[in-house]
């Protein structure tokens, strides 16, 4: 398994939208999440995995929420990177790495042994994204638990290489069950809403509400960020609030969904 890419920006309004606007719905959500999980559960700490966390960009910070974090990674780099920053971020004995992908994921974290999943930017590069679901699943525990997942969106690599004027490979994806512009094409997989929410339920998973993420920001033009007073702010804003139209869904750069696997009442 590709240890998947969770770029950070860099925070500069030149360089693109900043980190207020990418990923703002995905946090939101998975913090919600997490609360009520760990309510759930008494209100002490959460046992969390983060498949193909690399270095830690979700796993540190949600350490410092008081939860044990757990990093399968297939990358040496990224786990000393993630064990560096979680040091810095004196989180270091909350959160351990694993080297491992998908497929052994449940032997080398542990089966039935978390509350919590976070299975991000790793089904678009899987062989098989059903059978990885249910490998990931295995790792939930058997009375009940949450997977977070994050996937690209089929619709939104159309409309970028549409307007990209990029249309024959537009009309590639369009027609492709994998929604691949082409032979060239460095994902193997996107979703649509539909293919996403029918692997998780085929994984035993009930799925709940999906969030298009990214579905402004990566479009944009790379111009300077003043054409309003807090532009960061009202893009994440925008973002926000069309998240779960199903309109806006079609053509996000990723979906974002929670499933719960049933066990409890």
């Given at each position: 398994m590709p240890s998947p890419s969770r770029a950070r920006p860099t925070g500069d309004p030149s360089s693109g939208p900043p980190a207020a606007a990418r990923g703002g719905v995905v946090w939101d959500v998975l913090r919600r999440a997490l609360r009520d999980r760990a309510r759930r559960a008494g209100g002490d700490g959460?046992?969390?995995?983060?498949?193909?966390?690399?270095?830690?960009?979700?796993?540190?910070?949600?350490?410092?929420?008081?939860?044990?974090?757990?990093?399968?990674?297939?990358?040496?780099?990224?786990?000393?990177?993630?064990?560096?920053?979680?040091?810095?971020?004196?989180?270091?004995?909350?959160?351990?790495?694993?080297?491992?992908?998908?497929q052994d994921v449940a032997e080398v974290a542990g089966r039935g042994a978390?509350?919590?999943?976070?299975?991000?930017?790793?089904?678009?590069?899987?062989?098989?994204?059903?059978?990885?679901?249910?490998?990931?699943?295995?790792?939930?525990?058997?009375?009940?638990?949450?997977?977070s997942v994050l996937a690209a969106g089929a619709g939104g690599t159309v409309l970028a290489r549409a307007l990209a004027g990029r249309f024959t490979e537009a009309r590639t994806a369009l027609a492709d069950p994998s929604g691949r512009w082409g032979a060239g094409d460095p994902v193997p997989h996107r979703f649509t809403v539909e293919r996403?929410?029918?692997?998780?339920?085929?994984?035993?998973?009930?799925?709940?509400?999906v969030h298009g993420v990214r579905i402004f920001?990566?479009?944009?033009?790379?111009?300077?960020?003043?054409?309003?007073?807090?532009?960061?702010?009202?893009?994440?804003?925008?973002?926000?609030?069309?998240?779960?139209?199903?309109?806006?869904?079609?053509v996000a750069g990723q979906l974002h969904v929670l499933a719960e696997l049933p066990g409890e009442p």
């Open positions: 959460l046992d969390v995995l983060d498949l193909g966390g690399g270095s830690g960009s979700f796993a540190v910070p949600v350490a410092g929420l008081g939860h044990r974090v757990t990093v399968v990674d297939p990358s040496p780099d990224a786990l000393f990177a993630l064990e560096r920053r979680a040091a810095e971020e004196d989180v270091a004995d909350a959160v351990r790495g694993v080297q491992g992908d998908t978390f509350d919590l999943v976070l299975c991000h930017g790793v089904l678009e590069h899987v062989e098989d994204p059903g059978a990885g679901l249910r490998a990931v699943a295995a790792t939930l525990r058997p009375a009940g638990g949450t997977l996403l929410t029918a692997l998780l339920a085929g994984a035993g998973l009930l799925p709940g509400q920001e990566d479009l944009l033009p790379g111009t300077p960020w003043d054409v309003e007073s807090d532009a960061a702010g009202a893009l994440a804003r925008l973002e926000s609030e069309a998240a779960t139209h199903p309109a806006f869904q079609a």
